[in-house]
């Protein structure tokens, strides 16, 4: 079963950026999509962005404009760039990626925005 490991979290104040990585253990293959996630504390998870395998994208109203996502490759399939960052876009974030049979999700990586 292949894992996927996020890194790139970390503390940064506000209006600073972030790069998040998402590693994988293995290839993956068919993949149709790939994202993240997050979840602050006391909410429910939420999407950020979704990039698909044809390149669309779709974001979170609250993060347009300020964060990118992008795709990388087999190994690294997904990064995403946070700009602009703010104090409620602190939360732990999970890349996600799907293929036409399974759904892989990594374990998570905290983002906190504070000064």
């Known amino acids: 079963q292949v894992q996927l490991v996020e890194s790139g979290g970390g503390l940064v104040q506000p209006g600073g950026s972030l790069r998040l990585s998402c590693a994988a253990s293995g290839t993956i293959f068919s993949i149709s999509a790939m994202g993240w996630f997050r979840r602050a504390p006391g909410k429910e998870r939420e999407l950020v962005a979704i990039i698909t395998n044809g390149g669309s994208t779709n974001y979170a109203d609250s993060v347009k404009g300020r964060f990118t996502i992008s795709r990388g490759n087999a190994k690294n399939p997904v990064y995403m760039q946070m700009n602009s960052l703010k104090p409620e876009d602190t939360a732990v974030y999970y890349c996600?990626?799907?293929?036409?049979?399974?759904?892989?999700w990594g374990q998570g990586t905290q983002v906190t925005v504070s000064s």
């Open positions: 996600y990626v799907r293929t036409t049979t399974s759904t892989y």
